[in-house]
């Protein structure tokens, strides 16, 4: 592997990629510790100081791909899960909209202009966004209204009210659009996927923090504990990643003028977990909900009702929780690849080229035997994708502290990162097999 480094390294244009790469990857971390104008860092980091790692709310997730740049208000405070959100909008938006649907059809053009769309709706998701967060840091419940001598967004400094919380949301608001052009440089000059090289980016920026404390709290022992199941987890989750089933196709001989083509034989990778992760961030956005529901109820004097959601749903080592999440997340596998992959249009696409899977038929048969391969391989991706992201509950449960919340050694994270840094080792890879030298996967 080191040779394969050094070989990167001795390529002068894939060499200028890796710089580029790094190079935007510390621009963005730049702007995730920049605090926004009007907001106070002192008051942050007290506040910050205060919760001492607890949880935050619906704001977990969110935080996390920030790599924590969403409690401090920061620039880049919204990080890149507007863009996120929007592209699953328009995703599903396709399978509803003829119009996006045929879009999808027309190649390389037609996705530009989705690309485009994406864009919009990125900007204003940046705004509803930033005006809620903004809106939550002025009235405390940011920090659930621990930090009240601490004033985020302090008053009486001589500028109008609404002209310091406009600023704040154009400058978030810019923030997103500028993390979404650094995501675009990354794809264009640089190497690997650029927006889930900003997510690994985030992630990877919260583990030293995170595992130090895990240090401090728990002593040695449970620390070096943690980091062995944590290898143990991304050598499973590596191995799944890579599994898939490969489906024969034939592609029949055709005379077109005094040329022979087609004959060839290739294959159509369905691969165990066909979801990726966007079931488990389903899931996690759906159980969200009642939390923020509890969040309009009087906190002083809650109810019967309200502290049975909380004992019980709201919190994440509680056994009707971990359930619940296990099952949401099954669901939504099924759901996202349903939408995701039709087997009738790939069937229809394999007809129209002269190819045909060896002993079916082309056509509707072709169509059925793709739709029972893939619901059989989709379970096996879905319990997988369920166990690991119900992981850190049981983190929660081992550890017996709440101080946990935003651990970041498994579920979402874990998934995250295996993925963005499996497929980024590939792209350096296949660039370097292409100049005779040898890869890292030997």
Request: net charge positive.
């Amino acid at each position: 592997m080191l040779s394969a480094f050094l070989s990167a390294f001795r390529t002068p244009d894939l060499r200028k990629k890796l710089l580029f790469t790094v190079g935007i990857i510390a621009v963005y971390r730049v702007g995730a510790t920049l605090p926004s104008p009007g907001v106070s860092y002192g008051n942050v980091q007290k506040c910050l100081d205060t919760l001492q790692g607890q949880s935050t709310g619906v704001l977990n997730l969110l935080d996390l791909f920030s790599g924590g740049a969403l409690l401090q208000l920061s620039v880049f405070a919204l990080g890149i899960m507007p863009y996120i959100t929007a592209s699953i909008i328009l995703q599903l938006l396709t399978v509803v909209i003829p119009r996006l649907e045929q879009l999808r059809k027309e190649g390389q053009a037609g996705q530009a202009k989705i690309t485009q769309y994406t864009r919009y709706l990125t900007l204003g998701l940046g705004i509803l966004q930033s005006s809620a967060f903004v809106a939550l840091a002025r009235s405390g419940q940011l920090f659930q209204n621990r930090c009240d001598q601490f004033p985020i967004i302090p008053e009486g400094t001589g500028i109008p009210d609404w002209l310091t919380l406009s600023i704040l949301v154009m400058t978030m608001t810019a923030g997103t659009g500028m993390v979404m052009w650094l995501g675009e440089l990354i794809t264009d000059r640089g190497v690997g996927n650029g927006m889930s090289v900003l997510i690994f980016t985030s992630i990877a920026a919260r583990l030293p923090s995170e595992g130090w404390k895990i240090k401090t709290n728990e002593g040695w022992g449970k620390f070096v504990l943690v980091l062995v199941l944590v290898l143990l987890v991304i050598t499973a989750v590596c191995f799944i990643e890579q599994a898939q089933r490969r489906i024969p196709v034939q592609y029949a001989k055709r005379m077109i003028g005094r040329r022979m083509y087609g004959g060839t034989s290739t294959y159509i990778p369905l691969k165990v977990n066909q979801a990726g992760v966007i079931p488990v961030i389903f899931a996690s956005s759906l159980l969200y909900l009642p939390q923020l529901a509890l969040q309009f109820f009087d906190q002083t004097n809650p109810g019967k009702t309200q502290a049975w959601i909380q004992n019980n749903i709201v919190q994440a080592d509680s056994p009707l929780h971990i359930v619940i999440y296990f099952l949401l997340i099954i669901f939504f596998t099924y759901f996202y690849v349903s939408i995701t992959f039709n087997p009738t249009e790939v069937a229809d696409n394999m007809k129209k080229y002269g190819g045909f899977v060896p002993g079916i038929r082309p056509g509707k048969p072709t169509a059925e035997y793709l739709d029972f391969i893939l619901s059989r391989i989709t379970l096996p991706g879905a319990l997988y994708l369920g166990i690991v992201a119900i992981l850190p509950n049981f983190f929660f449960i081992w550890l017996n502290s709440q101080q946990f919340q935003n651990f970041p050694f498994g579920g979402t994270a874990v998934l995250i990162m295996v993925g963005v840094g499996l497929e980024t080792v590939k792209q350096i890879e296949s660039q370097l097999m292409q100049r005779n030298y040898e890869g890292f996967l030997r």
